[in-house]
């Protein structure tokens, strides 16, 4: 399948200039063959998070008739990165995926929220999976900082899903731990990891590089430091064939594990 990664320009704070640039990179993955397209992390406000108030997106509704508008239109799927939401006057990381006839068939809230960003300061963290699946491909996806927590992602692996998608907003200081540890989520789950940073230009130091990387931790594709639309081949079909060399999960102790780590 061929995968578009929107690398974008986040403005901060320019809801409508935000909604507009995803849309006009959304049409041109499809009209390059993309059948996925994935956005960044928070790409509706960015890290605006003391104007949540009067710029995250009420109930998600503006985001979800957005997604599901353009994926039955072009007929793709879209896993639509996260936006700020507001829901009960609380605000969340909310990620919306949508199938390409327009369905949402996967609804998350960032579980784990990055203090030294304040985003528990301001967010509300999520409690649900994210498992779903985009045709016959098993999926799963987490956002940003998630990734620091193996065991979350392992959950969604020993849960089927052969790909995991990661939107993040992940800093230029520290974007080397973000190469290795995609790698290392990628060749412990022995699946792919397609995973989408923004960039920032002025207000925020984010430089991008996103990655596809693929279940023996292959690097298949790497974004540059600037805005980028990518579009990508992968064959999901080869996870079978890795995880059937590398018995990894017939071998596990689970519960083994159960006693010897306590909460």
């Not at 639509?80 to 390409?100: A, E, H, I, L, Q």
Request: glycine share 8%; net charge negative.
């Amino acid at each position: 399948m061929k995968i578009g990664c929107i690398q974008l320009n986040v403005g901060f704070g320019k809801v409508d200039e935000n909604y507009e640039r995803a849309e006009k990179f959304i049409r041109e993955a499809v009209a390059g063959g993309a059948e996925i397209v994935v956005l960044p992390e928070m790409w509706n406000t960015g890290y605006a998070l003391e104007k949540l108030e009067e710029l995250a997106d009420e109930n998600g509704e503006r985001t979800k008739a957005f997604l599901s508008s353009l994926s039955k239109e072009l007929a793709v799927h879209i896993v639509g990165g996260s936006v700020s939401v507001k829901r009960d006057d609380k605000f969340y990381n909310t990620m919306y995926t949508y199938s390409r006839d327009g369905e949402l068939v996967g609804e998350y809230s960032k579980v784990h929220l990055f203090r030294l960003m304040n985003e528990h300061l301001y967010l509300e963290s999520g409690s649900d999976m994210n498992r779903f699946a985009l045709g016959e491909l098993e999926a799963g996806g987490a956002i940003c900082y998630d990734i620091r927590f193996p065991e979350w992602l392992r959950s969604h692996a020993l849960d089927g899903a052969k790909v995991l998608f990661v939107p993040a907003q992940w800093p230029t200081p520290r974007i080397d731990h973000w190469k290795i540890l995609l790698q290392a989520r990628a060749i412990e789950n022995q699946c792919f990891v397609v995973a989408v940073n923004r960039i920032a230009r002025k207000v925020e130091n984010f430089n991008g590089q996103s990655m596809i990387i693929g279940p023996w931790g292959e690097v298949l594709w790497t974004g540059a430091e600037d805005e980028e639309l990518a579009i990508i081949d992968v064959d999901f079909s080869t996870v079978d064939e890795v995880r059937g060399r590398i018995p990894v999960y017939e071998d596990r102790r689970p519960g083994l594990y159960e006693k010897v780590i306590k909460e």
